[in-house]
């Protein structure tokens, strides 16, 4: 029945696309991902995986509707689905916008609610292995209007529990709460902003309702200054008692810049502040976003019931290409025990000629929460073109710290060295190598425990044939663990095999 | 099921050169919201999408810098989208003004433009005629590639 409606919805817009005589346009991508191999120590060595997403755009005049339908088998039959995973229609003219079913809304710094995507990331289930975009959108209506002087929001809507892949029944219980949202920001002059939010919340076996506010406020400085703050806190709490058994989350920050120099310093300081059953808020965590693989994986990750902390980064551009940057960051929460993160990050990049730069990083943290100690990770990046159509990159890190419990330092080690040719030819090889007793160990050869250091050798290739169409295989074997991008933490699982990926846009 | 991958290979066989941008609309770096159809150029618009970790996109940047400098008097305008999330909100201005870019620069930190004008990795740069098609789609950055890129402008500025 439900396939029913979506191919009667799909049918009606090509019906409209046919009678029409508004300039319309139908578009889209599609991903799809083969996968021969398996994750390293699994028992069933070779489960092979096909994985596809369709996302199709309709657009006319100030209409539009999008749908999505996501595809995975396997040889395990419980595991494959098909699915429509997203549908919109949306209406918009220049001060109104409405939205019915899955759209994405973050409110303020997303201490109350933020919804993202991760374009072109397929996620892969640790429990079930089923594989599915990874996103976390709302599903219902909202509906925004953008005047001069002001904007409101309105939204009621459910938020995706996106750890369960879409296949998973009840279906009801991807979606467990019920959100709905008021948002007005004023504009009382070019330098200010002001405004607030209520938020109520009902969710499974609980007929009461949640009730959270919070004030936002942005105000630009003479001098190139910019101030910043949101406040959110339960209705039922004390207002700015920042008292521990109150839930309340606080977030703020300034920052600056002249000439070729910039800084940012923010503050923040959550208490009992993990919203709904399906976490639907992501308070922002002030470390360092890192996309230097051995420092990606160590990335904190707030703990909302009570942490407080500090972020400090300064960079300056040269003149000459050269740049600096510095950063600072210290948090601490207090969950069973009292646990401190604090970390030192300085990179530079020095263009040592129009062709050839060398980019250098050193990081020193102290890491609690995960029991790192005297963690020290260290890179060097030498990018080298040849012409305007060659290019070589070789890419060195190192890391190194004291675990608890551990008698031995532990390392990283991570390599790679690609090579373009004409921005649509891309070859790589990456090697790392660790000596993790987490995961040096093979727990199927219980009680026997590996100690010797795991490696992992890996071949990417990547063509792109035209603008809309690329091609991308992998062959070897790829470390997991946790990733960041965009501000979204999550688990990437080992794989070793091959894996080809084919992107289409028409 | 299987009709849908039919349907899905037979589009994918074409090489799609037009498509329109929407006039999505997003905040700047002031916090206000702005329409696509506000800020574009009378001619061409170029819009880089970008995130302060991305370090190919802060690698292209000075060069988008100057080539908005050599391009002010032909109503090319350059526009930055940046898909940072929430949490590097507080650097994204300073950043950008440090590396001297005076264009305007929009917030998409739930990436729903980014994926409604089908870009799905950082840096992409886009070339877009005054009726709002796409001329130009590049994806990734390479020293060199700024080459291309400005001969492209120069190309569908003599067109």
């Avoid at chain 1, 892949?165 to 008021?182: G, T, Y």
């Avoid at chain 1, 923040?268 to 993990?274: D, G, L």
């Avoid at chain 1, 890179?379 to 012409?387: E, N, Q």
Wanted: proline fraction near 4%; charge should be negative.
């Amino acid at each position: 029945m439900k396939k029913f409606t979506y191919l009667l919805l799909l049918s009606s817009i090509l019906a409209i696309v046919s009678i029409s005589e508004l300039k319309a346009q139908l578009y889209g991508t599609n991903t799809f991902e083969f996968q021969y191999g398996n994750l390293p120590f699994e028992e069933d060595s070779d489960l092979t995986t096909s994985y596809n997403q369709l996302n199709l755009y309709y657009d006319q005049g100030n209409f539009s509707l999008f749908g999505r339908a996501e595809q995975f088998l396997t040889p395990v039959s419980e595991a494959n689905y098909f699915e429509f995973t997203q549908k919109r229609f949306q209406f918009q003219d220049d001060t109104f916008r409405l939205r019915v079913g899955n759209f994405y809304e973050t409110l303020g710094s997303g201490l109350l609610l933020r919804s993202y995507e991760i374009p072109g990331s397929v996620y892969e289930d640790e429990f079930s292995r089923t594989r599915y975009a990874f996103f976390r959108d709302l599903e219902g209506v909202a509906f925004d209007i953008n005047l001069d002087w002001a904007e409101f929001k309105a939204i009621r809507s459910e938020a995706l529990q996106n750890l369960l892949p879409p296949n998973f029944e009840p279906d009801s219980v991807r979606r467990p709460d019920l959100i709905e949202a008021l948002q007005a920001t004023f504009y009382p002059n070019d330098m200010v902003s002001i405004g607030g939010t209520l938020i109520r919340v009902n969710t499974p076996n609980n007929s009461d309702f949640s009730s959270y506010a919070s004030i936002i406020t942005n105000i630009q400085l003479p001098a190139n200054f910019q101030l910043f703050g949101e406040y959110a806190f339960n209705t039922d709490s004390e207002l700015f008692s920042f008292k521990t058994d109150q839930s309340y989350a606080l977030y703020s920050g300034v920052n600056y810049y002249k000439g070729s120099f910039g800084g940012s310093f923010e503050y923040k300081n959550y208490s009992n502040f993990r919203l709904g059953s399906s976490g639907f808020n992501d308070p922002p965590s002030l470390i360092k976003e890192h996309t230097y693989p051995v420092l990606n994986r160590s990335t904190h990750v707030p703990n909302t019931s009570s942490e407080h902390g500090v972020q400090a980064e300064l960079f300056y551009s040269f003149d000459d290409g050269h740049s600096i940057v510095a950063n600072y960051a210290y948090t601490v929460n207090e969950v069973f025990r009292r646990n401190e993160y604090r970390e030192y990050f300085l990179e530079g990049t020095f263009k040592v000629t129009d062709q050839f730069t060398l980019k250098s990083f050193v990081d020193f943290a102290n890491d609690e929460p995960k029991l790192h100690k005297n963690r020290i990770s260290v890179g060097l990046i030498s990018d080298k073109g040849f012409g305007n159509s060659k290019n070589l990159i070789l890419d060195l890190q190192y890391q190194t710290y004291e675990e608890s419990f551990q008698p031995k330092k532990i390392e990283n080690y991570f390599s790679s060295i690609s090579f373009s040719l004409n921005s649509s030819l891309n070859f790589a090889a990456i090697f790392e190598a660790t000596t993790e007793p987490g995961l040096t160990d093979n727990p199927n050869t219980f009680p026997r425990i590996e100690t010797d250091p795991r490696t992992w050798l890996g071949f990417n290739a990547l063509y792109r044939v035209n603008t809309s169409n690329s091609i991308a295989l992998f062959v070897g074997k790829r470390r997991g663990g946790p990733a960041c991008t965009s501000g979204i933490c999550y688990e990437i699982l080992d794989f070793e095999g091959a894996e080809l990926r084919v992107t289409t846009r028409f | 099921m299987k009709y849908l991958l039919l349907l899905t290979l037979f589009l994918g066989g074409f090489e799609s050169e037009i498509n329109e941008v929407p006039n999505f609309r997003l905040k700047n770096l002031e916090n206000r919201t702005v329409s696509y159809n506000q800020i574009k150029g009378k001619n061409l618009t170029v819009i880089d999408f970008w995130a302060t970790w991305c370090k190919p996109c802060v690698k292209s940047i000075p060069e988008f810098v100057k080539m908005d400098e050599e391009f002010e008097d032909s109503d090319v305008q350059f526009i930055g989208i940046s898909i940072d999330g929430p949490r590097n909100k507080a650097k994204v201005k300073p950043f950008i003004r440090s590396l001297g870019v005076e264009y305007p620069v929009l917030r998409d930190s739930d990436s729903s433009v980014m994926a409604r004008l089908r870009v799905t990795a950082v840096p992409t740069l886009l070339i877009v005629n005054a009726d709002n098609e796409i001329l130009y789609f590049h994806e990734g950055y390479k020293s060199g590639e700024e080459v291309k890129i400005k001969n492209k402008i120069l190309e569908l500025l003599e067109e």
